[in-house]
């Protein structure tokens, strides 16, 4: 069950019987995985343009492939604690996939999760904008 949809189902799972609150607290429980942006990237930030400009939450995005296998690289700001926590599902559920697999990520998961009327328009907006950044950026790591 390493796949990405089977990860991805097995995380979908544990939201699956929450009320609204606990499906917040456990998005919480994630974003304390995500790691701290590493030193490299901090440089990168400040000439790259990889901010997802249309979530409201200053997030800043490298999806990327080493040896053929997909890993996604992120700061969200601390404030957010839930797109923090979505990202963080995202970067466990591609880590170490092949990028073929890792770009056919759903674009459904919030609706999955149930978190698409728990986090309200403006927020499931920033995360599917931030999952159409992580796919795109797939796509095109891809070798033809």
């Known amino acids: 069950m390493n796949g990405v949809h089977e990860r991805l189902d097995?995380?979908?799972g544990e939201f699956a019987d929450l009320d609204s609150r606990e499906k917040l607290e456990?998005?919480?429980d994630f974003a304390a995985g995500l790691p701290p942006l590493p030193?490299?990237?901090q440089a990168r930030k400040g000439t790259e343009?990889?901010?997802?400009?249309?979530c409201q939450t200053p997030v800043f995005l490298w999806a990327e492939a080493t040896d053929g296998t997909a890993r996604l690289i992120a700061e969200v700001a601390p404030e957010a604690p839930?797109?923090?926590?979505?990202?963080?599902?995202?970067?466990?559920?591609?880590?170490?996939?092949?990028?073929?697999?890792?770009a056919t990520l759903p674009d459904d998961i919030l609706e999955r999760m149930g978190l698409a009327d728990v986090l309200g328009i403006l927020r499931a907006r920033?995360?599917?904008?931030i999952?159409?950044?992580?796919?795109r950026?797939?796509?095109?790591?891809?070798?033809?």
């Open 10 to 12: 097995t995380i979908i």
């Open 82 to 102: 839930t797109v923090k926590g979505f990202v963080a599902i995202l970067a466990d559920a591609i880590k170490g996939r092949p990028v073929a697999e890792a």
């Open 49 to 54: 343009d990889r901010r997802v400009h249309e």
């Open 26 to 28: 456990l998005l919480l």
């Open 131 to 135: 999952l159409a950044r992580v796919k």
């Open 126 to 129: 920033g995360l599917r904008a």
């Open 137 to 144: 950026e797939l796509a095109h790591t891809t070798p033809a």
């Open 39 to 41: 030193s490299e990237y």
